[in-house]
């Protein structure tokens, strides 16, 4: 990313990022920051997380923007009600909440345990839900905007993940009716949906023995994977005054391979 050519839709701007240790996330954190935002890191990822701020650091704080870290379980409500109060005190405001984090396995039907369904709701959906209800009231203050992480696979059949497709497609429904909720007051809430993107999170993905790659093949980008970058420019856009008029839809970023 060439900080010098990208623009400053972010200045003044303070808000909350999670799953910004790694991936999409950290290249989200980088974005923002070099278009001036200043964000409260959020990951259970300690390491990642300190990783990311010194990134943002070694930018050079272009346009006002900065990060700290918040090392907390997305899934976990006292945490999340700690990492919105910790922004709250941190930049007297919070007016942006873009949600990335998130996980998923490769995993057929007939091995998904209760607990391994439960544990992809309780990340993907119900950590988006539990940052959006509780920045909510903070968002409502100065007119904030909402970006959720959705996928490809909501829409699309992805085969060997279901618990991770009926996740996602959990929060892109929530999305999408939480926009209509809170248009009254103000908040802006959308939809990202990547598809296949190279991330440490996709690279550790291996699909069972003798698994029939003809399809993942249809869905496949002509012109390869996803870079977090081109993603991250997608949430950019998302949560700027350039997206203004979007809302309440997905806004999908998967290099035409769905089409």
Not at 23 to 32: E, N, V
Not at 73 to 81: H, K, P
Not at 225 to 254: H, K, N, T, W
Request: glycine share 14%; proline share 3%.
């Amino acid at each position: 990313m060439d900080a010098e050519a990208i623009g400053r839709r972010f200045t003044g701007k303070a808000g909350i990022l999670t799953g910004a240790a790694s991936g999409i996330g950290r290249a989200a954190a980088l974005r923002l920051t070099a278009e001036g935002a200043r964000l409260l890191l959020v990951d259970r990822d300690e390491e990642g997380l300190k990783e990311t701020v010194r990134l943002v650091g070694e930018q050079g704080g272009r346009a006002g923007g900065a990060a700290s870290a918040y090392a907390a379980d997305i899934a976990d409500e006292d945490a999340v009600r700690g990492a919105v109060a910790a922004a709250k005190d941190r930049y007297g405001a919070v007016g942006l909440l873009v949600n990335v984090a998130g996980f998923h396995k490769v995993v057929p039907l007939e091995e998904v345990t209760l607990d391994y369904w439960n544990r992809q709701f309780a990340v993907n959906t119900a950590g988006t839900m539990l940052f959006c209800r509780e920045a909510l009231p903070h968002l409502a203050e100065g007119g904030g905007v909402i970006v959720n992480t959705a996928s490809t696979s909501a829409t699309h059949a992805h085969p060997y993940m279901t618990a991770y497709a009926a996740s996602k497609g959990a929060v892109l429904a929530f999305t999408q009716s939480l926009a209509a909720e809170v248009w009254g007051r103000g908040v802006r809430v959308l939809a990202v949906s990547p598809g296949g993107v190279a991330t440490p999170l996709t690279e550790a993905v291996s699909f069972p023995e003798g698994t029939d790659g003809a399809y993942y093949a249809r869905i496949t980008p002509p012109a390869g994977m996803g870079r977090p970058e081109e993603i991250a420019a997608a949430i950019a856009f998302a949560a700027s005054e350039d997206g203004a008029y979007v809302r309440g839809v997905e806004l999908r970023v998967d290099g035409g391979s769905h089409a």
